[in-house]
């Protein structure tokens, strides 16, 4: 099971599995509040934001990495944005290059730059996010800068219990 980014916990949540909260004590601290791990998603408020995100990793991959790749769902209410995909990619993308999102056979164009991806739009946002809830697994793949085609592929179960709480974990701050 993918475990989640260690920058992106917080062991004050009584909450916390025990798994994760052993995944915090090499790491540093950040000072967010766990909504509940789900499967390989979690959930997690930043209330000096405020924001509220449901966030995995990839799957474990033995290829090169430039980065270590998650999958995040994040909603900013003072900004009036919900759920805004960012997934941070695996390798440093190719100029130009596509970044294709595959969701249970519907595939989506992103865009992005660097090592991230994002949608194109707020519309994008709601399909990928509405296509997260229903399927098992998605893949995002593109090619990087040599040249190399590579996916980076994230589990879906516990996503929508994830993004359900990230949801009304942000219902309140303004």
């Given amino acids: 099971m ?3 980014p260690a920058s992106f916990l917080s062991a004050s949540s009584p909450r916390l599995p025990l798994f994760a909260a052993a995944l915090l004590a090499a790491s540093p601290l950040a000072a967010k509040d766990s909504l509940g791990v789900f499967d390989s998603w ?3 408020r930043d209330p000096s934001v405020p924001r509220c995100y449901a966030i995995a990793e990839a799957r474990p991959s033995t290829l090169r990495r430039d980065y270590e790749p998650y999958a995040s769902v994040g909603t900013w209410p003072k900004r009036q944005i919900r759920n805004q995909l960012h997934i941070r990619l695996s390798r440093k993308l190719a100029s130009g290059t596509a970044i294709v999102l595959n969701i249970g056979g ?3 164009t992103l865009t992005g ?3 991230d991806a994002w949608a194109q739009d707020r519309r994008m946002d709601a399909a990928i996010v ?3 809830r229903a399927a098992g697994s998605m ?3 593109a090619r990087d800068d040599r040249g190399e085609r590579f996916a980076n592929t994230f589990d879906l179960t516990g996503a929508a219990t994830a993004l359900d709480a990230a949801t009304v974990g ?3 701050l303004r």
């Fill in 106 to 108: 519907t595939r989506f």
């Fill in 170 to 172: 942000c219902a309140r």
């Fill in 130 to 132: 509405a296509a997260m």
């Fill in 2 to 4: 993918p475990r989640l």
């Fill in 113 to 115: 730059g660097g090592g």
């Fill in 139 to 141: 893949t995002v793949s």
């Fill in 42 to 44: 979690g959930a997690f």
